[in-house]
């Protein structure tokens, strides 16, 4: 397939090589193709990349393991190449390109820098010291091109007593303060991997900042993103909390300081939630007359936020009882018509089929060699000049060798066929 | 007011930029915070009352106070503000003065709000055909909903939320207004973008971020999941732990010090290197014999290994004893713990800072590094007006005696 990626976006004509691994950094390079640049990941036949593409052989049966897994391929079935069927994978790499090399040996090093020669920006999320290690640190790669841009995201940074630290999201997130004052207020707390979509931003600013100092100085520079300090960040108000008065946040759960009631309201049918804030006094009155003056809210105490905090238990009761006679959606178009924000608990499905969504071109129906054709998320923006185009499905491996190898480099066709044979350009993982 | 030709002296990215911000909230002055903390001139334009994250929390003694929310105190640094009621005609004339000089202007009202006030994006692009305008809304600038209220807790809802908590309970959202900040940082990448092409070509553009689109885009268990459901028609389990499954061995375990240490999930890998840290003959004849097995055949005895192990050390010397064998060992933080954190420190993270009615607190610092540097608070954030005279001055052309007026008038405060 020679399908070429049309100009778009206001960063047409930047080229950025992706050499991350599983989530986060991927996030970032996301961003920078939906906003037209030409991302390039670079693989390599001989290392199976785990984090990111999922289990080589996942477990296929119908023991509970596999079916958990299998969830993440098309129809349930990982195929012969479940490298290339897997949703966090495809989810994030449609707009990318995908080519190999073998970087641990010289002549894979070799053709490395000559790309670099030919890109704007160098994205990654290894292990800290892995490119030093290969002979590709950004002090080799900068003097091939001193216009280089060179985003690193580690955990914690490049330097610091801990900086060596190694550990999954979870590790992280934990080290980073936010799960003690996440969950349930008397238990459990509840995880996420909000660092990690975090990080996609975080990293691709950092890209873009240098980027457009570039234009003023010429020369490219290292940027670096610790993903627990980006993450940290949108922790602020709770790290204001702790500094200001000397404490642990509360655990709130659905619950807020700022808005009451606040909660998460049982709807009609199985797994059914509708969430709504009180922001004032007056969304108050609005809510206790859209629930028709129930005479249990109508005490005078409750006109005031503080008096509805310390009675938020009995308010969420009868809050509940509207709630659990409408369909979330039903309840959450009468609240907000009455100008109280609120929302359906959206599972997959029901995003799926939401008319915002759809409305505003948000999914992209994209055909995929080895998947098929499925509605894709898009682009996280929307622009009136440069709008974001998401123009092909994710690559399979090497999908791209042709382009990049001759179109980009330069090589030979009797150069290319000798990489083919040295094991460089392929299609299947050794 | 500085070009953009005229940034030549710059230290900071976006040093020279003039963006005329009219965000409230926590999504758009997020956004914001990223353009000056990085270099760039934000010039706050309030309401009188002022932006209603000055209401919110957190307060000294949880007691409100306009100038002393660490909600508004985070999300405001290196802001000058001004407050101009631009419902009045000539509040408003005043501002598209200063908006049409910017280089990006970013805002954060209900769509067509601004265009009612002449202050909407064709029309300050047509007076300035380079200007970004950002609009940073719950739904977007169209679409049904678009008129509608949200909250964190409602943007959570519609994406993501339906993943997050215990399968027999409630769905519960995340940790404090993370989910409006990564909102507001997902505009900044598109504003960047949009300012690099004005850069390049000469032309701005109108910017359309709406947070239930950066929501359902987002990683965290949302933009794949989504996926996921189209191909196999399944969606995301709600489970309180995230990450491979319950571990029956590996988790939390707490030091001599009363903090915490956590292994995670042990992964397969590791396990050797945490036999060889713990160190107990047993454990180690059992991993000799089974091999990968010991997990799933011994979870309590691995456990109780471990407790003893944390439990005689200082939690910060577990995880680099750990963390140097290789066995990934973190300490638990939380947001208090975490102003202390060794490493955090030694990286001079934590910014202190001096702020007339709040005081000396301590703030996040860079959440990236430009070429080592980039990042600075040059000013805390902003008493309510505290720039009206001297920015309506420079950037307005308003002369003391029309200030006087429009002060009296209460067009300006």
Request: a negative charge; charged letters at 25%; aromatic letters at 6%.
């Amino acid at each position: 397939v020679t399908d070429r990626q049309p100009p778009f976006g206001p960063l047409r004509g930047i080229r950025v090589l992706d050499l991350t691994i599983a989530l986060a950094g991927a996030f970032s390079t996301m961003l920078l193709a939906d906003l037209g640049a030409e991302v390039i990941k670079i693989e390599s036949l001989q290392h199976y990349p785990t984090p990111t593409k999922g289990p080589r052989r996942p477990p296929r049966g119908d023991d509970a393991v596999s079916m958990s897994g299998a969830r993440d391929y098309p129809d349930s079935d990982p195929g012969p190449d479940p490298w290339n069927r897997l949703s966090w994978f495809n989810a994030q790499a449609r707009n990318k390109r995908d080519a190999t090399m073998d970087l641990t040996r010289e002549r894979g090093r070799d053709l490395f820098l000559r790309l670099v020669e030919k890109s704007d920006g160098l994205i990654e999320n290894n292990a800290s010291g892995l490119l030093e290690k290969l002979g590709i640190g950004p002090d080799v790669l900068q003097r091939v091109n001193p216009r280089l841009i060179i985003v690193r995201m580690p955990p914690l940074g490049s330097w610091g007593p801990d900086s060596s630290a190694t550990g999954f999201g979870w590790h992280f997130e934990d080290l980073s303060g936010v799960l003690r004052v996440q969950g349930y207020p008397e238990g459990p707390e509840v995880g996420s991997i909000f660092m990690d979509g975090a990080s996609g931003p975080g990293g691709a600013n950092a890209f873009l900042m240098a980027l457009i100092q570039r234009r003023r100085t010429g020369k490219g520079v290292v940027c670096e993103m610790a993903q627990v300090e980006n993450m940290v960040c949108h922790m602020g108000d709770l790290t204001m909390d702790a500094a200001i008065n000397h404490r642990r946040p509360r655990r709130w759960g659905n619950r807020s300081p700022d808005f009451a009631p606040q909660g998460c309201y049982p709807c009609a049918g199985k797994d059914e939630w509708v969430v709504l804030s009180v922001r004032s006094d007056e969304e108050w009155v609005r809510l206790t007359g859209l629930l028709g003056g129930p005479a249990a809210l109508a005490r005078g105490a409750l006109a005031t936020r503080t008096g509805r905090l310390d009675a938020h238990d009995q308010i969420d009761l009868v809050i509940s009882e509207w709630t659990r006679t409408r369909p979330p959606m039903d309840a959450a178009r009468e609240l907000q018509e009455a100008g109280i924000p609120a929302g359906p608990v959206l599972d997959e499905a029901a995003a799926l089929s939401d008319p915002q969504l759809h409305e505003r071109g948000f999914f992209h129906l994209l055909e995929h060699p080895s998947c098929g054709v499925h509605f894709h998320p898009g682009a996280n923006f929307a622009m009136s000049r440069t709008p974001p185009e998401i123009w092909r499905a994710a690559p399979t491996l090497g999908q791209d060798n042709e382009y990049v190898y001759k179109d980009v480099i330069g090589v030979t066709e009797a150069e290319f066929d000798q990489l083919i044979a040295e094991r460089h350009v392929g299609t299947d993982y050794i | 007011v500085p070009s953009r030709g005229e940034r030549n002296s710059a230290s900071q990215p976006l040093t020279g930029l003039l963006v005329v911000d009219f965000t409230e909230g926590i999504a758009g002055p997020y956004c914001t915070k990223l353009l000056a903390d990085f270099g760039a001139r934000v010039v706050k334009i309030e309401r009188r009352g002022g932006d209603p994250a000055r209401t919110m929390a957190p307060f000294p003694g949880d007691l409100p106070d306009l100038e002393k929310s660490g909600m508004f105190l985070h999300l405001n640094t290196n802001k000058e503000s001004v407050v101009i009621d631009i419902a009045n005609t000539e509040g408003a004339g005043i501002a598209r003065t200063m908006a049409v000089r910017a280089d990006v202007v970013v805002e954060s009202s209900r769509p067509g709000t601004m265009a009612s006030l002449g202050l909407g994006a064709d029309d300050l692009i047509a007076a300035n055909p380079r200007l970004i305008f950002t609009s940073i809304t719950p739904f977007g600038q169209s679409g049904p909903y678009k008129d509608w209220e949200m909250t964190e807790i409602v943007a959570f809802a519609m994406g993501g939320m339906s993943a997050s908590g215990s399968a027999a309970r409630e769905p519960v959202k995340l940790a404090g207004n993370v989910v409006m900040m990564q909102s507001g940082a997902t505009a900044c990448v598109a504003t960047l973008g949009a300012l690099f092409y004005a850069e390049e070509h000469g032309a701005g553009q109108h910017v359309d971020v709406a947070t239930f689109e950066t929501q359902n885009g987002t990683l965290d268990r949302r933009r794949y999941y989504l996926l996921s459901y189209e191909y196999s028609g399944t969606t995301g389990e709600r489970a309180a732990v995230v990450g491979a499954g319950r571990p029956a061995a590996g988790g939390r375990f707490e030091c001599a010090d009363g903090q915490m240490v956590t292994t995670g999930r042990i992964w397969p890998d590791h396990v050797g290197r945490m036999v060889g840290v713990l160190g107990d003959a047993d454990l180690a004849g059992l991993w000799e014999d089974m091999g990968l097995e010991v997990m799933a055949e011994h979870p309590d005895l691995i456990n109780r290994l471990v407790a003893g192990w944390a439990a005689v050390r200082e939690s910060r010397a577990a995880m680099r004893e750990a963390q140097a064998a290789g066995w990934p060992v973190v300490v638990v933080n939380d947001p208090l713990l975490l102003l202390d954190d060794d490493h955090l420190r030694a990286r001079g993270f934590w910014v202190t800072a001096d702020h007339p009615a709040a005081g000396s607190l301590p703030y996040t610092g860079a959440p990236w590094r430009v070429d080592g540097a980039g990042w600075a608070i040059r000013r805390t954030a902003p008493l309510l007006g505290q720039d009206t005279d001297a920015v309506l001055a420079e950037l307005a052309g308003v002369r003391e005696d029309e200030m006087l007026r429009l002060r009296a008038a209460g067009t300006v405060a």
